[in-house]
């Protein structure tokens, strides 16, 4: 019988900001996990809310449980940096202080990262809950593979970041070689790290298994469309930073980049002129669409949105958004049928 010792120890690490209605959700579940060798690391970054007494009651129920409170706000690149810096461990996970991780999450993926030492990363597929718990669609990637090399990796990330959420089980020796998120865009910093990951030489492996929750929440404050200023930034960044560089080194094409960020650009255009904005957030906003992928096609969608069309731009966006939501649903209840029948038939 292998001994607690003996087993790759696994480090949770949860960021955490004003959201002490959930820490013990999360906190519990990485807690209560079937692998035994877990430790607990939570960093506040600066809380308001009543985090530092309900982490207080969580330390004094889980032993391995360890909580930090940064002195002044760090970030969510900065929090996270130096919260996954902190374990000695040999896997870590990030998961968020909102969401939940079912209990067999880390024995699965532990043996998917040791069936594979080549991935950098481990992820699954998610249950999808709203901001009451209340189950959504369940969320999973169109992949067959288990694994995926590094140049695979690299080349499908171009087009977005290839995870159903972010709730992610690292490599940690992958994690100190990028050193993690480290001077790195705000908001958009797991998709840069997972291009940065894939350049590094490490490919990624995944569990078509609900293993965790994700939680999805209705932005009733437009706060996220707030944050698109970093979100631009960010995605500048990733391509200018670290998509070019890997394409040259590679020696490949880097037209496949220019066209994917005029795409991006005209995709997040219409969000520039939501009346959240006043009037110097578009004109910095606008600037940033035009650095990111300037294009005869963006000039025309601004001069349209210009003039007032960006509700239908946005409803346009959102039906897309919305049928693909249908689409990613109806293949996930088709791929569930299959296994179960596939299951009674063995």
């Known amino acids: 019988m292998t001994s607690m010792l003996e087993l790759p120890s696994v480090a949770v690490c949860i960021p955490t900001y004003n959201q002490a209605q959930y820490l013990i959700h999360s906190v519990g579940s990485a807690c209560c996990q079937t692998y035994p060798n877990v430790e607990v690391w939570v960093s506040d970054d600066g809380s308001t809310d009543e985090t ?19 002195p002044k706000n760090l970030g969510i690149a900065g929090n996270n940096t130096w919260l996954m810096s902190q374990p000695k461990t040999e896997f870590i996970v990030r998961l968020d202080s909102d969401d939940i991780l079912l209990p067999n999450y880390v ?23 709203d901001e009451y718990g209340n189950n959504r ?35 940690t020796k992958a994690l100190q070689e990028l050193r993690y998120y480290e001077n790195r865009p705000e908001f958009v910093e797991d998709y840069d790290l997972s291009v940065r990951i894939a350049d590094a030489g490490y490919g990624n492996v995944y569990a078509d298994e609900i293993l965790a929750k994700y939680r999805v929440w209705t932005d009733v404050k437009k706060t996220r469309s707030k944050r698109k200023h970093l979100q631009l930034k960010g995605y500048v960044r990733i391509f200018e930073e670290s998509f070019v560089p890997a394409f040259q080194q590679r020696g490949w094409d880097t037209k496949v980049l220019e066209k994917q960020r005029r795409k991006l650009a005209i995709l997040h255009s219409a969000y520039c002129f939501l009346p959240i904005y006043n009037q110097a957030e578009r004109a910095e906003l606008i600037a940033l669409l035009k650095k990111l992928g300037d294009s005869p096609a963006l000039q025309l969608r601004l001069f349209a949105l210009n003039l007032g069309l960006a509700p239908f731009f946005e409803w346009q966006l959102h039906t897309e958004l919305k049928l693909k939501g249908i689409v990613k649903d109806w293949l996930s209840k088709f791929k569930t049928r299959s296994a179960v029948k596939t299951a009674g038939t063995t």
């Open 52 to 70: 530092a007494q309900v982490m207080e009651q969580l330390c004094q129920q889980f032993p391995q449980v360890h909580y930090y409170r940064q």
């Open 137 to 171: 669609p369940v969320g999973r990637l169109a992949r067959t593979e288990e694994f995926q090399n590094s140049e695979e990796a690299l080349m499908a990330a171009v087009s977005g970041y290839r995870v159903v959420a972010n709730i992610v089980m690292f490599r």
């Open 107 to 129: 024995e699965k993926l532990v043996a998917l990262l040791q069936k594979y030492p080549e991935a950098g990363y481990a992820h699954t597929a998610i249950q999808e809950i």
